[in-house]
């Protein structure tokens, strides 16, 4: 399977950073990159860094959106602006946004909904607490929110993001990377038939340079969801080289 490298910016990038990073990107990866690249970077930037990337192999992607494409909802961003800006894909149920905003699995499917109907692909993120892990309830809990958050005719690509692991430089051990990729292929499987079973999953949390060509090279490891080496342009190419 074609690994997909999808960078999250998070809340980061100014016009002026933003597109240098971009412009440093689409210097290097022009023609096949050998992988799909994708950059997430803030909303305010999104028209300007697909701009920077125009004929570029790296595509431009939103980092949430609201269940709705137009009305009073005061700060939101919808799908259809998204795409409007030059987005092809989004991602959603994103940890920080789980726990900082209180989504729920329900609040996420609804999201995942407006995101297809506006012609954007979903990326949707799972992952358990290190609570959650360390009282043995990372499958029950993954299973859980892919049940929940992926509705019928889901064709968007997952990303397996364990909590403690973004952000703190801390990696899940390949076993148990390797396990909890397989329990989320089984999940697809069960909620979407056969479809599930050929579906991306993503991994995410700290990827690095380093290690990053023995964890895509793991079963059932379709890319990687890179937050903070995603804004270092080095970094990232030597990510995406890893998964080509
Ligand atoms: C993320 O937030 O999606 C992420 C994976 O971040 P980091 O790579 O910085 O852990």
């Known amino acids: 399977m074609r690994q997909l490298i999808a960078g999250n910016w ?19 990866l022009h023609g096949d990159a050998g992988c799909d690249v994708l950059v997430c970077p ?4 999104l028209a300007a860094v697909t701009e920077a990337l125009a004929g570029s192999a790296v595509m431009t992607g939103g980092q949430d ?11 939101d961003v919808s799908a259809p602006m998204l795409r409007d800006a030059g987005a092809g894909w989004v991602i959603l149920g994103h940890s920080e946004r789980r726990l900082g905003y209180g989504e729920s699995n329900a609040l996420v499917r609804e999201k995942v909904r407006a995101a297809v109907a506006a012609g954007l692909t979903p990326i949707v993120c799972v992952g358990e607490t290190e609570q959650q892990r360390l009282s043995g309830n990372a499958e029950t809990v993954v299973a859980a929110q892919i049940d929940g958050s992926v509705p019928a005719g889901f064709a968007g690509v997952v ?6 692991a973004i952000g703190t430089g801390r990696t899940a051990s390949e076993d148990d990377v390797v396990a909890m990729h397989r329990c989320i292929r089984s999940q697809l499987v069960e909620t979407l038939g056969e479809a599930g079973a050929g579906l991306r999953i993503l991994y995410g949390g700290s990827v690095k340079p380093a290690g990053a060509a023995a964890l895509l090279a793991l079963p059932e490891v379709g890319g990687a969801l890179v937050g903070g080496a995603s804004l270092v342009a080095a970094d990232f190419l030597a990510i995406i080289r890893a998964a080509s």
């Open 65 to 75: 959106c609201h269940t709705d494409a137009s009305g009073a909802c005061t700060g």
């Open 10 to 28: 998070k809340m980061n990038g100014l016009r002026a950073d933003a597109i240098a990073l971009a412009t440093a990107l689409a210097a290097e």
């Open 159 to 164: 990303a397996y993001e364990p909590v403690w």
């Open 42 to 45: 803030p909303s305010t930037v």
